[in-house]
């Protein structure tokens, strides 16, 4: 008997249409595009981060350098009472003749000198000449130049310079605010990146803690990301306090605080009146701008300075100070809190010439909180607010910022060229052209941040012009070299 097959089953069904492909969701764009702009960021700019990182942590040290290196200036042998301190400044005054008296800084401690600052022509900008005396003898104990309100002396001055900008004068201080303008984008970049590739294991130590079980470029990877995401806090703390020194961004950051009624206060009448530069804008130390400054007046314009001082701690001042000499008629001392250590005392009087009478008084606790928040910030990155806490902190994050800029390099590395170009830089984990798979509205959001980014800080946006000017150059190149190929 013969069987029948059915036609239906002699013809096999074609096959179904492929499914189509899926389009990255938008993190995933966002993510490649992302990791794009860290690739190459990092890659480039590390070199300015690796040289503020190492200056910057020469300068964190520089009080125990300057304790080291001028004991004999900044220290005395306790005496059974101390010279008036009238005495004590007209002495250093009468053995420098060629300058003219600015301030004092009286000894705060038992085994301190006092330290009396003059205006001498030829000194540059900011500098002012020390004069130190001893409080119980009236010896002069030596001079030497001090800079900024901080009143840094000649090796602290030289280590804050080599931070700020090499030596190099406002052509180096591009490196630093280059540095400062990219660092929150790496590492506040960085930080998406890790925490969404961890995203899907909920254990929280495996972001925070590197994979001791991986290995090779994993292994790198783990730690890079790791202490990246624990040393995000302080490197945005830096990057943000860095900028408000700098060159152009420094402006913008100015104006915006000035907008908003964030600036530092100011007494109504002060000493410093046609003498300005020697504090800034009394925040910035000895990292930040400062204006002119004209002739003082001398000392003894009415008031004794032993009245001024004693007028100024019965209106609350305590801790080290700095007296003001007024520079015109009738104008008043100031007296200004000079500690930047927590609790930052930062208090400043009006002492009337003529009387010794206060007749202003302006607290720190009265500052507005933005001024505080800045005045906090800049002494943390000068390593001053917590005293050692605050220079060993600043320490783990300089050399965790080494240590990224390493791992980031060798990460690189292991992804080096080998048949590729001389002038390739490696392969990225993205390839070039992810922004497509982006949203309109996404590409149009990040195309406006970066611009209003790059506005802001100016140094930013030209770099990254930059680079998208090279990644298009460099594409069209391969392009045209693969059209030939075929």
Not at 186 to 192: K, P, Q, S
Not at 221 to 249: E, N
Not at 341 to 357: I, L
Not at 378 to 401: C, D
Request: aromatic share 8%.
């Amino acid at each position: 008997m013969t069987s029948h097959v059915p036609d239906r089953l002699d013809s096999p069904e074609p096959a179904p249409p492929p499914a189509p492909r899926r389009s990255p969701s938008t993190w995933a764009a966002l993510r490649q595009l992302l990791l794009r702009l860290h690739f190459y960021a990092g890659l480039l700019v590390a070199p300015f981060v690796v040289v503020a990182a190492v200056t910057g942590l020469l300068y964190v040290y520089t009080p125990q350098i300057e304790q080291a290196l001028y004991s004999d200036q900044l220290h005395v042998t306790p005496g059974d009472s101390a010279l008036p301190l009238q005495e004590q400044v007209d002495t250093a005054v009468g053995a420098h003749p060629e300058g003219t008296l600015n301030a004092v800084r009286p000894a705060t401690e038992p085994d301190e000198s006092t330290r009396v600052l003059l205006d001498v022509e030829g000194l540059a900008e900011s500098h002012r000449l020390a004069v130190f005396v001893d409080p119980y003898t009236g010896e002069l104990l030596g001079d030497m130049t001090s800079y900024g309100s901080s009143g840094a002396l000649p090796a602290r001055s030289w280590l804050s310079e080599l931070h700020r900008h090499l030596h190099l004068g406002d052509l180096g201080r591009v490196y630093s605010e280059l540095a400062a303008s990219w660092l929150w984008v790496v590492g506040l970049g960085g930080a998406v990146l890790w925490i969404g590739r961890r995203r899907r294991n909920r254990r929280l130590r495996r972001t925070l803690l590197p994979e001791s079980s991986a290995t090779g470029r994993n292994r790198t990877l783990s730690w890079h990301g790791s202490i990246g995401v624990w040393a995000l806090l302080g490197l945005l703390t830096l990057s943000a306090t860095g900028l408000t020194w700098s060159q152009f961004a420094g402006e913008n950051v100015g104006q915006v605080r000035a907008a908003l009624g964030w600036t530092t206060p100011a007494l109504s009448v002060s000493a410093s009146s046609g003498h300005e530069g020697h504090g800034g804008d009394g925040e910035h130390g000895e990292h930040g701008e400062h204006g002119e400054h004209g002739e003082h007046g001398a000392a003894g314009q009415g008031a004794d300075l032993d009245v001024v001082l004693e007028s100024a701690r019965s209106a609350g001042l305590e801790g080290p100070v700095e007296v003001a000499v007024p520079a015109e008629e009738g104008a008043p001392f100031t007296v200004e809190g000079t500690s930047r250590t927590w609790p930052v005392n930062q208090d400043a009087v009006a002492v009337d010439a003529s009387s010794g009478e206060v007749v202003e008084v302006l607290r720190f606790a009265d500052h507005p909180f933005m001024a505080k928040m800045t005045s906090w910030g800049i002494a943390f990155h000068m390593g001053l607010l917590f005293g050692v806490v605050n220079q060993v902190l600043l320490t783990l994050v300089g050399l965790s910022v080494l240590a990224l800029v390493f791992w980031g390099y060798r990460m690189w590395w292991l992804r080096r060229p080998t048949k590729d170009s001389a002038l390739s830089m490696g392969r990225p984990l993205v390839p070039r052209g992810t922004w497509r798979g982006l949203p309109w509205w996404c590409l149009a959001l990040v195309a406006a941040v970066a611009v209003g980014v790059g506005l802001f800080l100016p140094l930013f946006g030209v770099s990254l012009l930059v680079f998208l000017l090279v990644d298009a150059a460099v594409g069209a190149r391969r392009g045209r070299t693969r059209a030939g190929a075929a």
